[in-house]
C-alpha cells in the first residue's frame, strides 16, 4: 500500500500553494493565422502590445510594431510613429497593409478631456490612414473597465453598474476617452466595412518597462523598497478592496483573447469583459506576496495609505538598490506607477467582471490570478528590474 502526499511546489512558485503546483493558465491554442493575413500591434512595446507580438509571431502571423521603440521581439517588423499625429502615421504606413490591427496604446492627459482628444484621436486618425486602403479585416481595440468605473477623475463614484460587470450596461453619464476610442472605431468599421472587437481587461499584469499601468513591476520595487528600509509591506489600499473579491487581467490571455475575437467569426462585432477567470481576495494575495518577497504583510489602515505618498523621496533609496542589486533600470519612475496601482487598490467597492458573453461563444481561456502574479514578479527580479 502506498500513500500519496501534495507535491510541494518549486521554489521559484513559493511554498503556500495548495495542490499540484503545475502551470498558472490553461493551454494557450495557436490561432493560425487566416491567409494573407497580416497583424498591426499598435503599441507594440507596451504591457498588453508585447504579449501580443510574441503570441503572433509564434503562432505564424505576419506581424509589425508600430511604436516609438523597437520591440523587445525582433522577429517582428516595427514602424516608428507618433500616434498623435496623424502625418507622421501616415507617413509610417505608407508601405504597410494590414488586414488586422489590434490597438493597445493610449497616453495619459492631465484630464479627461484631454484624454478624449488625445486618445480618441489616436484611434480616429490611426483609422483614417489605414482605412481607404482596403486591406482592413478586423480591428481590436483594448480598453478597461473604466468604461464601468468611470474616468480618474469620477473613478468609482456615483451610481455604478452592479457587480459583476456585464457587457451591456449602458454607459455611464459622464465624459470618458473609452467611450470616444469606442465610437471612433465604430465609425471607422461603418465606413471601412471591417469587423472590430472590444477588449475591456481589468488590471493588467504583465510584461513592460515604462509602462503607466504595471502593478506587478510596482508592487515588486514597492516590496524591494520596504525591505531595505526594514518596513513592512502594507497593504496600501481601501478596506473594501482587502475583504472583497476582485478579478484581475493577464496579458498572455488579453492577447489570446484578442487573437480570438479576431479569428472566429461569431466572436465579431461585440465587446468583451477579459479576466483571468477566477477571484482572489487580496486579504489572502497580499501575504503570499509578501511571503514570495521576504517582506513582512500589513493589512490596510482605516483609511488608505497611497503608495504615491508613502513613496515620495524614494528614489534614493532605489538607487541603493540599483547598486546594490546590480538593477538595470536606475529610474524608478520606469519601473513602478504608483498612482494606477493607487487607483485600482482604493477603489471604495468590489469590482468583478463577467465573462459570459465569451464563453457562449466557445472562448476557454483561464489564469490563476494568484500563481500568474508570482510568476510575473519572478520574472521582473530574474531580470534584474525589480530586487
Known sequence: ????????????????????????????????????????????????????????????????????????????????????????????????RPTHVFLGAWARQETEAENIRVNGGMVRDLLAVLGPQGSLRHVALVTGLKHYLGPFEAYGKGDMPDTP??????????????????????????????????????????????????????????????????????????????????????????????????????????????????????RRLWKALADHLGVEPQGPEEEPQPLEQQMAGAEGVWADLVAEHGLVEPDLARVASWWHTDADLGRPMEVTADMTRSRLLGYT???????????RVDAYRAERLVP
Do not use: C, K
Open 1 to 96: 500500500m502506498t500513500t500519496s502526499s501534495t507535491p510541494a511546489p518549486p521554489a521559484d512558485l513559493g511554498a503556500s500553494w495548495p495542490g499540484d503546483p503545475g502551470t498558472d493558465r490553461a493551454p494557450t491554442p495557436v490561432r493560425t493565422p487566416p491567409e494573407g493575413a497580416h497583424a498591426l500591434v499598435v503599441g507594440a512595446t507596451g504591457i498588453t502590445g508585447s504579449a501580443l507580438v510574441r503570441q503572433l509571431v509564434d503562432a505564424g502571423w505576419r506581424t509589425t510594431g508600430l511604436s516609438r521603440r523597437r520591440p523587445a521581439d525582433e522577429r517582428a517588423a516595427h514602424v516608428a510613429a507618433d500616434l498623435t499625429s496623424r502625418d507622421s502615421l501616415a507617413d509610417a504606413l505608407a508601405d504597410v
Open 165 to 282: 460587470f456585464l457587457e451591456d450596461a449602458e454607459r455611464l453619464p459622464v465624459d470618458n476617452f473609452y467611450y470616444a476610442q469606442e465610437d471612433e472605431l465604430f465609425a471607422a468599421a461603418a465606413a471601412h466595412g471591417f469587423t472590430w472587437s472590444v477588449h475591456r481587461s481589468h488590471t493588467v499584469v504583465g510584461h513592460a518597462v515604462g509602462n503607466a499601468m504595471n502593478m506587478a513591476a510596482t508592487l515588486g520595487a514597492y516590496a524591494g523598497i520596504q525591505r531595505r528600509l526594514d518596513r513592512t509591506f502594507v497593504f496600501p489600499g481601501s478596506r473594501a478592496q482587502w475583504d472583497g473579491v476582485v478579478d484581475l487581467t493577464d496579458a498572455d490571455l488579453l492577447a489570446d483573447h484578442q487573437l480570438w475575437a479576431a479569428t472566429t467569426p461569431a466572436a465579431a462585432d461585440a465587446a468583451y469583459n477579459v479576466v483571468d477567470g477566477d477571484v482572489v481576495r487580496w
Open 365 to 375: 481561456g483561464w489564469v490563476s490570478t494568484e500563481r500568474a502574479l508570482l510568476r
